[in-house]
């Protein structure tokens, strides 16, 4: 087994994510996705001098208000809810009623049927479809299903005074939801459905 001189050293081949550097990225990072129910997020890869200057400047409780501050620091946390396969719904709808099936598993046939079909692409009055990801996307911008491309670009326009220090006299509050709402752009500006 070789070992290294600092723990959390990964020998991926990547480069360091850092502007304009050029060493080996052998260090992660949390990335702009955190892990959640569908995975465990993404990182970013730095090299070793990079990482630290990113861990110096990074808050873990960063647009979150003091309530859900406290909820995070609890020893408790996570402990309040039932966890998804536990759960009556187990996370896809609500439960079947039983007294209209014949059969139990007409029942849960039904339920699973509803799941997917909620999970494929909608048609929009176009007849372009949109992904599960670019409906996720449009509702971070808050716009309908049926926007088009200049409603996009001017809610987009909108969101960035709000949200952008440089716009809204130096609030930096916001930076998080300013990113996603730069992620939902980049998304949504490159689908077919707004082409």
């Not at 060493?23 to 949390?30: N, T």
Request: proline share 7%; glycine share 8%.
């Amino acid at each position: 087994m070789r070992h290294d001189r600092f723990h959390g050293r990964h020998h991926t081949g990547r480069q360091c994510e850092w502007p304009e550097c050029g060493d080996a990225g052998e260090f992660r990072a949390p990335g702009a996705h955190p892990s959640g129910f569908d995975g465990p997020g993404d990182y970013r890869w730095f090299c070793l001098d990079h990482v630290r200057r990113f861990n110096a400047g990074y808050d873990f409780f960063e647009g979150m208000n003091s309530e859900e501050i406290l909820r995070a620091q609890s020893p408790l946390s996570g402990w309040d809810t039932h966890s998804r396969a536990f759960r009556p719904i187990a996370g896809v709808d609500e439960p079947p009623r039983w007294a209209d099936f014949a059969d139990p598993l007409d029942a849960i046939s039904a339920r699973a049927k509803a799941h997917v079909h909620s999970r494929q692409p909608r048609q929009r009055a176009d007849g372009r479809s949109v992904t599960p990801d670019e409906r996720r996307a449009l509702d971070m911008l808050g716009l309908p299903l049926d926007a088009d491309r200049k409603a996009l670009r001017t809610r987009y326009s909108e969101l960035v005074r709000r949200y952008h220090p440089d716009r809204n006299g130096g609030d930096r509050s916001h930076e998080n939801r300013l990113q996603q709402v730069v992620e939902a752009y980049q998304l949504l500006r490159r689908a077919p459905a707004f082409a």
